[in-house]
T-cell receptor, first 113, second 115 residues
Framework: GDSVTQMEGPVTLSEEAFLTINCTYT??????LFWYVQYPGEGLQLLLK?????DKGSNKGFEATYRKETTSFHLEKGSVQVSDSAVYFC????????????FGAGTRLFVKA | DAGVIQSPRHEVTEMGQEVTLRCKPI?????LFWYRQTMMRGLELLIY????????DSGMPEDRFSAKMPNASFSTLKIQPSEPRDSAVYFC?????????????FGPGTRLLVL
């Protein structure tokens, strides 16, 4: 069945460090892939998305590339800030052979000043 | 623009009581989703509607849970009777459904505690 696997957290980085959060998926057909961010006490906010193979989503310095050959959608940022501390969720949505929306378990990021 | 609105933001109730959660989707969106978030199970889709019609409720845990969408701007999720294991954060999300793989926009959630 469909699934999303994220690297376990928490991830602790110093300010200005490079960030990678790994995400791999299994799915029927060609899903759309998403990264959402959740700050304490809030809902999930869309960070970026990609809808087909080799697409790169980007927003606020974050990037992720839809890699069909490795079924991955890793999140990267070149220089993190304290304000990036949050929980990050990788997700897929597909509507081939039936509708499915699957979220990863989330990866908590702490950025130290 | 107003996002997805949920109420109440926090609910504390006693076991056996009825709980009703409310959601107003983004204006113009034609799909609405209810999710439950817990530490143990993460984020789970409970039910979704297209054009006010429930399409898939296979994620609803038990008959104690029910959801309605009487019009395009309002939906409810009801738990009756509530149990302590229902304690979770419940999110509503909406999207503008075209092919079914569109972005979902989330509300702030309702944090439910059943004592």
């Amino acid at each position: 069945g469909d699934s999303v696997t994220q690297m376990e957290g928490p991830v602790t980085l110093s300010e200005e460090a490079f960030l990678t959060i790994n995400c791999t998926y299994t799915a029927t057909g060609y899903p759309s892939l998403f990264w959402y961010v959740q700050y304490p006490g809030e809902g999930l906010q869309l960070l970026l998305k990609a809808t087909k193979a080799d697409d790169k989503g980007s927003n606020k310095g974050f990037e992720a590339t839809y890699r069909k050959e490795t079924t991955s959608f890793h999140l990267e940022k070149g220089s993190v800030q304290v304000s990036d501390s949050a929980v990050y969720f990788c997700a897929l949505i597909r509507n081939t052979g039936g509708f499915k929306t699957i979220f990863g378990a989330g990866t908590r990021l702490f950025v130290k000043a | 623009d107003a996002g997805v609105i949920q109420s109440p933001r926090h609910e504390v109730t006693e076991m056996g009581q009825e709980v009703t959660l409310r959601c107003k989707p983004i204006s113009g969106h034609n799909s609405l989703f209810w999710y439950r978030q817990t530490m143990m199970r993460g984020l789970e889709l409970l039910i979704y509607f297209n054009n006010n019609v429930p399409i898939d409720d296979s994620g609803m845990p038990e008959d104690r849970f029910s959801a309605k969408m009487p019009n395009a701007s309002f939906s409810t999720l009801k738990i009756q009777p509530s149990e302590p294991r229902d304690s979770a954060v419940y999110f509503c999300a909406s999207s503008s459904w075209a092919g079914g793989q569109e972005t979902q926009y989330f509300g702030p959630g309702t944090r439910l505690l059943v004592l």
